[in-house]
């Protein structure tokens, strides 16, 4: 036991990888909130732990309530309805987000991700506060989950890689493009259905416009994400090493300017259409 709690602790705090750091997360949470459930339960306060998630966790849609509850924009998106919505969640964390870390960096990444979760809280609440439908939903309506977060990851590697294939029960090889595509309309169709999760897939879609985004100015060179990029400290170096950090330099702009070139191509004709070489180069990249 001892050795599988510290395999699960140095994948999710230690490895690296923001996926599993989300994941781990976002489970440990909905566990905790999941025995403080049952602990109310049994002392006979059943659904105290969802209505207190809901009031002090889950962002609001009445912007009367955004000052005192700013903090909510990144709380809400660690909280869960049930075990489902946390496991399709985090299934698609996984599967997409490994896509991601294997042509992205991981700085991209936590931007991207944190980008879709500010972008679906706030989309959500947008369309609540401006579409007469929702006129009279607007006080009580509230948000919890990664969903927005995870479509946003989703939405931008499909973006970058159109034409990358992956395997699903009952349906097959399906390209990413066609999936994104499909989960767009269900979630469009959703938000005219009454007894679904309406404020749910107006924040998917505010994720897939972040995602689509975020990777159309990548594409254009310009990276959002190096606002938060540590800038080097300044330190000394010897005149005999300048010559030789001239051409390391020299070295990396050159392998930018190939890598720039791939991901053209890729926008272009697909992934697909890459030769191994240049596959390659693009992997070792992404671990730089």
């Known amino acids: 036991m001892s050795n599988i709690w510290h395999d699960i602790k140095y994948r999710v705090f230690k490895s690296g990888n923001p996926v599993m750091l989300y994941i781990g997360i976002n489970a440990a949470v ?19 732990v969802s209505i207190f998630v809901r009031e002090y966790f889950a962002f609001p849609a009445d912007p009367h309530l955004w000052l005192i509850k700013c903090y909510t924009l990144v709380t809400y998106a660690f909280f869960h309805q049930d075990f489902f919505h946390l496991l399709f969640n985090l299934l698609w964390l996984y599967w997409m987000g490994q896509l991601f870390l294997d042509f992205l960096k991981t700085r991209q990444f936590h931007f991207v991700y944190w980008g879709g979760a500010f972008a679906g809280a706030l989309f959500f609440a947008l369309i609540y506060n401006i579409a007469p439908a929702f006129r009279d939903a607007v006080a009580g309506a509230t948000l919890i989950g990664a969903s927005a977060a995870v479509m946003a990851v989703f939405t931008a590697i499909a973006t970058l890689l159109p034409d990358y294939s992956i395997r699903l029960m009952l349906f097959g090889t399906v ?27 107006l924040a998917h879609l505010g994720g897939v416009l972040w995602g689509f985004t975020y990777i159309k100015l990548l594409q254009k060179g310009n990276d959002l994400s190096n606002l938060f ?14 010559n030789k950090s001239s051409q390391q330099h020299g070295a990396k702009k050159a392998d930018q300017k190939e890598i720039d070139a791939i991901l053209d191509k890729i926008s272009k004709s697909g992934y697909s259409n890459l030769t191994a070489k240049e596959k390659q180069t693009l992997f070792d990249a992404s671990k730089d």
Not at 40 to 48: L, R
Not at 175 to 201: C, E, F, H, Q, R
């Open 30 to 48: 909905f566990l905790i909130t999941g025995i403080l459930s049952v602990l109310g339960f049994f002392s006979g306060i059943n659904g105290m």
């Open 175 to 201: 390209k990413l493009k066609y999936l994104l595509l499909a989960y767009i309309l269900l979630d469009i169709i959703s938000t005219s259905s009454s007894g679904i999760n309406v404020g749910g897939s």
């Open 229 to 242: 990029k540590r800038n080097p400290k300044l330190r000394v170096i010897k005149s005999d090493t300048i």
